[in-house]
């Protein structure tokens, strides 16, 4: 078993849903903390987070307009969000440039034969 540790993070610049971290091709992720962070001085923000099952073609929530007050963060921790090879965690927030998304992961190596 050979793991690797990473970070993923993103700056949500604008309202679209945004790719934060897919996992990569022979591995098994497992999403260990999630930080959203409202980087935005006076107006608290809204974040949705999603995940995609490629396998399926289907795409999950994980939380719905989830408020963060203004200079503020949520932290999940211990989440333990398993992505398999070319799944995809995703974000997106109600208004542009004031939430960044920080994920902890695991990575597991997928050994073959």
């Given amino acids: 078993m050979s793991l690797r540790l ?9 309202t679209n849903l945004t790719s934060v971290y897919t996992c990569p091709t ?16 006076s107006s608290a ?30 932290q999940f921790a211990d989440t333990n969000i398993v992505l398999e090879a070319g799944d995809i965690f995703k974000a997106q927030a109600s208004a542009a440039d004031d939430l960044t998304v920080s994920l902890f992961i695991e990575e597991e190596l997928n050994v073959t034969g």
Avoid at 6 to 14: G, H, I
Avoid at 29 to 36: F, T
Wanted: net charge negative.
């Fill in 6 to 14: 990473k970070n993923a993070a993103a700056a949500l610049d604008s």
């Fill in 26 to 41: 022979n591995f098994t992720a497992r999403i260990k903390e999630v930080w959203v962070t409202n980087i935005d001085g």
């Fill in 45 to 74: 923000a809204n974040i949705t987070l999603k995940w995609t099952d490629t396998s399926a073609s289907a795409t999950y929530d994980l939380l719905s307009t989830f408020s963060v007050a203004a200079d503020n963060y949520k």
